[in-house]
């Protein structure tokens, strides 16, 4: 959640289990394995992160997909179409964003073929990895929310809840969802979105671990440093971290092509990410870029405070009736 520039990615894994496959998803990975798999922010970097390249490729492959280029590959994982991430774009700079002029593949084939290896030695171990998706916010969406009152927390999770019902839809039954926990909060239910209009148990609510029943969805866990200590959610994260910093890779080409100098910045909050910002004001300036569309706001404190305060865990709870299937469904056409 916490760059300043690129969008927000949020990112799935389905898979199904047998055997011990339940506890080894859980499991912090281990072995040899953990080389590849754990979690994004020691494995990889902005400057190298072909690693989570190539689990989007092997994983992207068992599900039958044969992407040619990054752009391929994204569209294709994606949970939502192009039109629809295109939509708020203006057409004057809408390349910013999403030209894909020139892309190619970082990884080496040894590293795809080395995941695919691994994924094998997983479904042995009872844990069958089926397909991962990908749900892109960019920067004027979040700015668009900051609007509304909503924090990235909010955005982040309801964001979870669309992959989480597209994983539902994608499997035709319930599913046992373990999200990384979003904000540092302890209870989510008060906070759902797509996922307001269901009827919701809270089976626990901590600091640790809150999870959530949802019938007709499945459980929802939310689960504190899980791409640490949960294999399944690492991978996500490695997938994730790939996407982001290729689409802010995109932002900082699409700035060089009018000023060649300027540093290659990570969107982070860094000293680099500042240069850029500062060093790119006048392409900007010239190009027409809306403002919205290149630094994320965030809610004053006092706002933040307001719009994100946890109930409190003796509040008295009303049992929501579950009447929008259908449109929630149709909020999430596409898996988690």
Not at 33 to 56: H, P, T, Y
Not at 137 to 164: I, P
Request: charged share 30%.
């Amino acid at each position: 959640m916490g760059p300043r520039l690129g969008p927000l990615v949020v990112t799935s894994i389905v898979a199904s289990t047998d055997g011990d496959g339940a506890k080894v998803i859980r499991s912090k990975p281990r072995g040899a394995i953990a080389e590849r798999i754990g979690d994004s922010k020691k494995l990889v970097a902005f400057d190298d992160s072909a690693l989570g390249e190539a689990w989007a490729r092997a994983i992207a492959a068992r599900s039958g997909i044969v992407a040619r280029t990054p752009d391929e590959l994204v569209r294709a994982v994606g949970l939502d179409t192009d039109d629809v991430l295109r939509s708020p774009c203006p057409r004057h700079h809408a390349d910013m964003c999403w030209g894909s002029e020139d892309e190619a593949f970082a990884a080496e084939d040894h590293l795809v073929a080395r995941c695919a290896k691994d994924l094998e030695q997983l479904e042995q171990k009872g844990v069958r990895v089926i397909r991962t998706r990908v749900a892109i916010v960019c920067t004027n969406r979040l700015n668009e929310a900051v609007a509304r009152g909503l924090s990235r927390f909010d955005v982040d999770l309801h964001t979870m809840e669309r992959l989480v019902l597209a994983a539902r839809d994608d499997v035709g039954g319930e599913v046992y969802a373990l999200c990384g926990k979003v904000g540092g909060f302890d209870f989510y239910g008060d906070r759902f979105g797509p996922l307001a209009g269901w009827l919701h148990t809270a089976l626990v609510e901590g600091r640790a671990r809150s999870e959530y029943h949802v019938p007709g969805v499945g459980r929802l866990a939310f689960v504190r440093d899980a791409d640490d200590t949960h294999l399944v959610v690492a991978l996500a994260s490695l997938v994730g971290k790939w996407v982001r910093d290729h689409l802010m890779r995109r932002v900082v080409r699409w700035h060089r092509t009018f000023a060649p100098e300027l540093p290659d910045a990570s969107g982070y909050h860094d000293p680099v990410t500042t240069k850029f910002i500062a060093a790119s004001a006048l392409v900007r300036k010239e190009r027409n870029v809306a403002a919205a569309c290149f630094e994320r706001l965030a809610l004053s404190r006092q706002e933040a405070k307001a719009t994100s305060s946890a109930r409190s865990p003796k509040a008295p709870r009303s049992p929501k009736p579950k009447p929008k299937q259908a449109r929630a469904s149709r909020e999430a056409p596409s898996s988690s």
